[in-house]
Nanobody, 124 residues
Framework: QVRLVESGGGLVQAGGSLRLSCTVSGRISSSTGMGWFRQGPGKDREVVAT????????YYPDSVRGRFTISRDNAKNTLSLQMNSLKPEDTAVYYC?????????????????WGQGTQVTVPS
């Protein structure tokens, strides 16, 4: 059984930093694409960062590019998201997810395993 558990969320002032971690257990190949998504109040779930399984070329949307960095450690079965220069609009529940593919898909529907989410709050 595959299980993803996020940690590291919290409340941080605008301009601050947080590092999210996701521990993966169960049968997930090191070649599986993985990603971070978020869902703000009243909003759809959106991609924050993805990383392919076969090579470490990440994807970021314009909203976080240059501020967020995704990384994975296959030996430790962990996925991380370093978030810098946080803004109030980054407030959301952040989810770690594993794709059914090896590519860095940005389509939520391509992700079949999800963590329970961790809250990130950046007051305005």
């Amino acid at each position: 059984q595959v299980r993803l558990v996020e940690s590291g969320g919290g409340l941080v002032q605008a301009g601050g930093s947080l590092r999210l971690s996701c521990t993966v257990s169960g049968r997930i190949s090191s070649s599986t694409g993985m990603g971070w998504f978020r869902q703000g109040p009243g909003k759809d779930r959106e991609v924050v960062a993805t990383i392919a399984g076969y090579k470490t070329i990440p994807y970021y949307p314009d909203s976080v590019r240059g501020r967020f960095t995704i990384s994975r450690d296959n030996a430790k079965n962990t996925l991380s998201l370093q978030m810098n220069s946080l803004k109030p609009e980054d407030t959301a529940v952040y989810y770690c997810a594993a794709s059914r593919y090896v590519g860095a898909s940005t389509n939520v529907k391509d992700y079949i395993y999800w963590g329970q989410g961790t809250q990130v709050t950046v007051p305005s």
